[in-house]
Structure formats: structure tokens, C-alpha cells
């Protein structure tokens, strides 16, 4: 009964940013990203190409999109199934963190974007992979931002992605308190 209860908890609270576009659901996994890498003294050159790299996304247009894609760095590639970087590995191993469960949260947060780059919205693989990532996240004890954080990145605008934000938007939402 209480695992049923765990279990339902987990879907609400991913389930709450149904309504939030996939540029929404990524700024918020980011954010919880930062926050696990924070909790667990995790900080690599790769990691900080990486966040830097998708926390670009949501200003991307068609004019910038060319540019951004060429620029993708390598931990990408570790997020959409590749080994991570023998660096970062050394990092979480001294660290104390399950390496395939840090993988799995550079996967599914990568995947938010990725896995509808190249064609339309994927809204229910998006709201999984969010979930996948609020789970992770939440057996470390690291706090999930609430939906309301990016309700103006709303599912229908910019055919499920949410609408372009502003350099100043994303700012405000980076700077968010990472702990």
C-alpha cells in the first residue's frame, strides 16, 4: 500500500507539468540536475558544456538553430546512450554516486529535447523522461521545482514546445536558487 502511494506521488508530480511545454520540462530537469550535481559535489568542464549547451534551447529559433546544433559538445552524446567521460566517472566514483544512475539522469534530461529535435513534440515521452528525472532526483532528497515555475512555457504554444523565452527569461529562470 505505501509503495502504490510512492508510486502515485511520483506520476503527480511529474503529471502536474502536463499543461508545460517540452522548453518548460527541460529548464526544470535542468534545474534538478544542477541541484543532484550540487548535492553530490559533482562539477566537470563537460557537465558545465553540457548545461550550458541545453540551457540555450529554449532561446533557439530557425535562424540560431544551425549554430547551436553545431556547437553540441561531447556529454551530449553520453545523454542519448554513449559511455560518460572516463573524467567524469572518476568524479562520481569518489564522489560516492552510482555512475549508471547519473547516466540515467543525463539521459532522460537530455532526451526532453532530443528525442523530438528532428520531428514534432513528443509530449508524452518528454512527461516521462521529466518523470525519470524527478525520481532520481528525489531518492538523493533534492527538491523539485514546482510546475507554476514555467507555466508561462505553456504545451500549447510552438506546437508542444512551449514558446521561444528571452535571454532575459531563461536568465531569471538559471539564476534560480540551485539548492
Known sequence: MMLSALLRGRRSRASSFKRVGLNGRLVVALIVVQRCCQKWGVHTAALDLWFD??????TVDSSTFDTWSEAEPALIQSGLGDPLPAELLAQLAA????A???AALIMHATEIVYSSLYAAADNKGSLEDLGKVFEIAERSGVMIPPAETVSHCRINDGHGWGRTLTREELAALRSLDPA
Not at 53 to 58: A, C, E, G, R, S
Open 95 to 98: 564522489a560516492g554516486v552510482n
Open 53 to 58: 549547451h541545453l540551457w540555450k534551447w529554449p
Open 100 to 102: 549508471d544512475e547519473f
